[in-house]
C-alpha cells in the first residue's frame, strides 16, 4: 500500500491516492473526516484553519462502502483558493499587481529549493513544501487506519511537550500504552494530563504574544501489532528505517526516537534489552518494553512506541534576517500566515505515516488481494506462534 499526493497549499485542491489496498476494506467518510479535523485543531493553530473545513471526496475505489482492489482517490477542496485564483492560476500570464516572493524564511525550504529550482519567486517552492500537504497525506492514511482497525490494531498519538513544559512522566514506555485516546482528544493540545496542558498553553500564548513560534515532542504508539512485521536481511526491510524516513518525511520533524532511543546510550546493556519471558496463554514476550516494541527491525508484539521532535515553524511575528533575492541586500523574512504552534496537529500527521508503514508491512505478510484472505492468515500465523509456545 502507497500513497501520492499532489496540490499546491492555495491551489484549488489537494489530491491523494492510495493504490495497492485490498478488496472488501469497510471505509468510512466519518472516519476519514474525524482525523482530517484533528490535523486542523490544536491550539495555538493560525487563521488558516478558520478558512479551511477540511473534507475529503472519495472518486474511485470504492463502492457501497467498500474497497474494490483499485486505486483509492480522495480530494480536498481549498476554500481559500476564491482568495489565490489570480495568483496561481495554472495558465495565463501573471497579474500585473503580483507580488514575488523573493525574501526566504531561515528554516524553511524556500531558499535552497529557488536555488534547486532556478526560480526568482519562492512562491513556487513554498506552496507545496506547506505542511497544508499534509492534509491529503492524513487523508490518504484515513485507509490505512480502517485496514488496521480490520486487523486488531490501535494507532494513537499524545503530546509529552511544547516548548520547556512538560508532560510529567515516571516512565512513558511504561504509561504511554495506558493513556485513553478520549483524555487526549479531550485536550487543546492533545496531551492527556490537565496541568500539563494548561502549562503549554501558557507556553503558546507567551510565544505567541512575543511573536515567536514553539516546538515540542510526541509520541505515536500502536497496539495490537503481531510480532515479525518487517525484516531483518535488508535494510530497506527494517522497520525502524520505513517508520524512520517516513517520519522525517513531516516538515518540521527533527528527530525520531524508538523506545528508550538516545537515553539507551547512557545505560549498560542489562538496562537496555528486554529479558524474553514465556505466557502460556500469549506465547513469547518481554518482561520489559525499552525497545519500544521493535528489535531487529521487526515488531516484538508489544506495544510500539515512536517519539518525535519537531522543531519551532519558520514564519516569524518578528522576521529574521534573510536576503532579498532581487536587491541581494539584507532584508527582513516574508511572513505566510502561519501558526505558533502545530506540534498537536503533526502528532496526528505522524500517526498517518507510522499507519501506512504498519499497514504495508501486515500486506507484506499476509497478502494483498482481499480482506477475507488476509484475516484468515492473520489468524493462522497466531496460531503458529501459539503452538511454537507450547
Known sequence: MRYLTAGESHGPELTAIVEGVPAGLKISEKHINADLKRRQSGYGRGARQSIETDAARVTSGVRFGKTLGSPVTLVLENRDWANWSERMAAFGSAPRTLKREV??????????????????????????????????????????????????????????SIGDARLSEDDPLLSAPDYKPLDIEMSEVRCPDAEATRAMKRAIDDAAAAGESLGGTFRVVALGLVPGLGG????????????????????????????????????????????IELDRGRGFTRSSNRAGGLEGGMTTGLPLIVTCAMK??????????????????????????SDACAVPAAAVVAEAQVAFVLANAYLDKFGRDDMRDIRSAIKSYRQRIRTMSR
Not at 134 to 142: F, I, K, N, Q, R
Not at 251 to 275: C, N
Not at 312 to 336: C, F, K, N, Q, W
Request: hydrophobic share 40%.
Open 312 to 337: 519551532p515553524i519558520p514564519t516569524l511575528g518578528h522576521a529574521l534576517g534573510t536576503i532579498d533575492l532581487d536587491t541581494l541586500e539584507p532584508a527582513e523574512a516574508s511572513r505566510e500566515r
Open 103 to 160: 525574501t526566504p524564511r531561515p528554516g524553511h525550504a524556500d531558499l535552497v529549493g529557488a536555488v534547486k529550482i532556478g526560480t526568482e519567486d519562492c512562491r513556487d517552492v513554498l506552496e507545496r513544501a506547506s505542511a497544508r500537504s499534509t492534509a491529503s497525506l492524513v487523508a490518504a492514511a484515513s485507509i490505512a487506519r480502517e485496514f488496521l482497525a480490520d486487523v486488531g490494531v490501535e494507532v494513537f498519538s499524545y503530546v509529552s
Open 232 to 275: 531483518y536481511s535488508q535494510p530497506e526491510s527494517r522497520l525502524t528505517s520505513q517508520i524512520g524516513a517516513a517520519l522525517f518525511g513531516i516538515p518540521a520533524i527533527k528527530g525520531v526516537e524508538f523506545g528508550l532511543g538516545f537515553g539507551a546510550a547512557e545505560l549498560v546493556g542489562s538496562r537496555v534489552h528486554d529479558a
